[in-house]
């Protein structure tokens, strides 16, 4: 299948600094990505859906202008945790696909920690 | 609003036993559904993505079946290992246009012991 790497796999940063992760899809063209938070043993969540080019839809109850996703190009998108707090301390996925009738892949995940 | 149940949360079987994971819908109208593992602390793997118009996809010992008028599918794990201990989740996309976001159940974890 066609591989999504997702990038740090882990990090731990200040409260109040921001951290960015990257999603990219290796070996095909994403058109749509999307940004998923799982807190733990619950199931994922969605946050916020990202379109090549144009800006993210974001899902109720997500705070755009603190998660702030970027889709410049068609094989990365990139959510950046703005003055990240412990409370958003979480494991963030991406995933990504390249056409309607495509399979969703997913990247490995984030492990944020916010001390 | 799509929701998504899987049952039972939790299963542990010994080694060798054959299993059924179920997940239900509430809302028929989807475009497709998958079934995912997920180790620890990882991303997830996709098992088997099943269209609305198909009734199941197999893939070695891995059967997924899919009843979408009942709002229902399984996934039967044969002769089950100890590397299959993971959890594993179903999810639901709603529709064939651009978007089509995944609803996630709340998983089963699944653990084999020898």
């Known amino acids: 299948g066609a591989v999504v790497s997702q990038h740090p796999s882990r990090v731990i940063c200040k409260s109040g600094t921001s951290v960015k992760i990257e999603c990219r899809s290796l070996?095909?063209?994403?058109?749509?990505m999307f940004w998923y938070r799982q807190f733990p043993k619950q199931s994922l969540m969605l946050m916020a859906t990202?379109?090549?080019?144009?800006?993210?839809?974001?899902e109720q109850g997500v705070e755009k202008d603190k998660f702030l996703i970027n889709h410049a190009s068609l094989t990365l998108s990139t959510l950046t945790v703005t003055s990240a707090h412990p409370e958003d301390s979480s494991f963030y996925i991406c995933s990504a696909r390249g056409g309607a009738g495509s399979e969703a892949f997913f990247g490995q995940g984030t492990r944020l920690t916010v001390v | 609003k799509q929701e998504v149940t899987q049952i039972p949360a939790a299963l542990s079987v010994p080694e060798g036993e054959n299993l059924v994971l179920n997940c239900s819908f509430t809302?028929?109208?989807?475009?497709?559904l998958q079934w995912f593992r997920q180790d620890p602390g990882k991303g997830l793997t996709s098992l088997l993505l099943?269209?609305?118009?198909?009734r199941e996809q197999t893939s070695g010992r891995l059967n997924a079946s899919l009843d979408k008028s009942s709002g229902r599918s399984t996934l039967y794990i044969a002769a089950s290992q100890p590397g299959d201990s993971a959890t594993y989740l179903c999810a639901v996309r709603p529709d064939g246009t651009s978007y089509g976001k995944l609803t996630f159940g709340q998983g089963t974890i699944l653990t084999v012991h020898p």
């Open positions: 070996d095909f063209q994403a058109t749509t």
């Open positions: 990202s379109n090549e080019g144009s800006k993210a839809t974001y």
């Open positions: 099943i269209q609305s118009s198909q």
């Open positions: 809302d028929s109208a989807i475009y497709n």
